[in-house]
């Protein structure tokens, strides 16, 4: 969306803001971003996106390759899996609420300690 990414980029301009980032975008969001804010003298700092041991899409679909090519930071989001990896949930005590239809007693017997 480049309005948005103009507001961004007026907010950096106008000094109310030291940075700007995006989340959740694919490479070639990240890539049209970066240059589209780059025409305007606005560093894009970080790309915030969906990263941890189990979930490592980011290392294949170039998001993470482009990320370091361009200087930007990647910044994890559910580094943790929303708790999945902290050993508090396990296949007979599965998460309740929105996160237990993602982490689901099937789910986490796959990401379980041998
Ligand atoms: C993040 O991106 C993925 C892949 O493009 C998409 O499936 C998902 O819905 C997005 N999540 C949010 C919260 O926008
Ligand atoms: C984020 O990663 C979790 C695994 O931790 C996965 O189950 C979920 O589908 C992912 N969400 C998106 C929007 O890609």
Same mark, same amino acid.
């Given at each position: 969306?480049?309005?948005?990414?103009?507001?961004?980029?007026?907010?950096?301009?106008?000094?109310?803001?030291?940075?700007?980032?995006?989340?959740?975008?694919?490479?070639k969001r990240?890539?049209?971003?970066?240059?589209?804010?780059?025409?305007? &003298? *606005?560093p894009? #700092?970080?790309?915030?996106?969906?990263?941890? =041991? !189990?979930?490592?899409? /980011?290392?294949?679909? &170039? *998001?993470?390759? #482009?990320?370091?090519?361009l200087?930007?930071? =990647? !910044?994890?989001?559910? /580094?943790?899996?929303? &708790?999945?990896?902290?050993?508090?949930?396990?296949?007979?005590?599965?998460?309740?609420?929105p996160?237990?239809?993602?982490?689901?007693?099937?789910?986490l017997?796959?990401?379980?300690?041998?």
């Open positions: 969306n480049p309005g948005y990414l103009d507001g961004l980029a007026d907010a950096y301009e106008q000094g109310l803001v030291k940075s700007v980032g995006v989340s959740n975008y694919s490479e990240l890539r049209d971003a970066h240059e589209r804010l780059k025409k305007r &003298g *606005v894009l #700092a970080s790309n915030q996106v969906n990263y941890s =041991l !189990i979930y490592r899409n /980011p290392e294949e679909n &170039g *998001v993470k390759a #482009a990320c370091d090519e200087g930007i930071t =990647l !910044i994890a989001y559910s /580094p943790i899996a929303q &708790g999945a990896l902290t050993g508090k949930y396990t296949p007979a005590n599965p998460p309740t609420g996160r237990g239809r993602i982490y689901t007693s099937d789910f017997s796959k990401v379980a300690a041998p």
